[in-house]
């Protein structure tokens, strides 16, 4: 399959005309217009610093349908001792900065680069980009961050500075985005981490069907702390 070069229109090619890798596209930029118009085709910016922007449609997709959520009895103590509080975008570039900083094991520098960094919080400004912060004795010990359209979330990284706190806090959005009627997060690529948390590997093709009939629901956006009462 060709990998297709973007410029300055608006558009993508479809997902399904990816390379095996799973790279469908260079070049184009990051404006909130095109990273929402990625999102909803099942594509996602993935790249460093020395690279040009490169979009991914990998197949399969790991996902998580947010009925399926897994948690441990060992989590489910850990959830019980609140040892942790729980804010959503409440630290939005705090939540990206710490993520770009934590270690990866088996890569070598980030993905989160500054103009990255930048267009996400953009895209949080308008509503779309949202953050989950997890304290411990009012100290950023952990949180995510990902993309919100319709009834689907997109997560995009997650970091933890103490045990647990990460997945305290995927969780707890889990469990409130279940509350709000999501039918799918899109954890992009397999890790043994969100495995144990009830995620599963499903075809490009299904991730793709999804996402068309995702695009009929209404967008929840707007500061989620104000949307779940968690400022």
């Not at 939005?92 to 267009?119: H, S, Y």
């Not at 103490?162 to 954890?187: M, P, Q, Y």
């Amino acid at each position: 399959m060709p990998i297709f070069a973007l410029d300055q229109e608006l558009i993508f090619p479809p997902a399904d005309l990816a390379d095996p890798n799973g790279i469908i596209a260079v070049g184009g930029d990051l404006s909130p217009e095109r990273l929402i118009l990625a999102y909803e085709s099942g594509i996602f910016p993935w790249f460093s610093e020395r690279d040009p922007i490169i979009w991914w449609s990998p197949d399969p997709r790991c996902v998580l349908f947010p009925q399926n959520l897994k948690v441990s009895k060992s989590m489910r103590q850990v959830m019980r001792k609140d040892k942790f509080s729980i804010t959503y975008d409440h630290a939005f570039r705090e939540v990206i900065a710490a993520c770009r900083k934590a270690p990866r094991p088996g890569q070598n520098g980030t993905w989160i680069t500054p103009d990255m960094l930048e267009a996400y919080d953009v895209l949080h400004r308008k509503g779309y980009a949202h953050s989950v912060e997890v304290w411990e004795n009012e100290e950023l010990v952990g949180g995510l961050y990902g993309v919100s359209l319709g009834k689907c979330f997109f997560g995009e990284s997650m970091f933890a500075r103490v045990s647990n706190a990460s997945k305290v806090g995927f969780i707890t959005l889990v469990r409130d985005l279940i509350e709000k009627g999501f039918e799918l997060i899109d954890c992009q690529v397999y890790t043994e981490h969100l495995v144990s948390l009830g995620a599963e590997e499903i075809s490009r093709r299904d991730f793709l069907k999804k996402l068309q009939k995702n695009r009929k629901n209404d967008d929840l956006a707007g500061n989620w702390g104000e949307v779940f009462g968690r400022k």
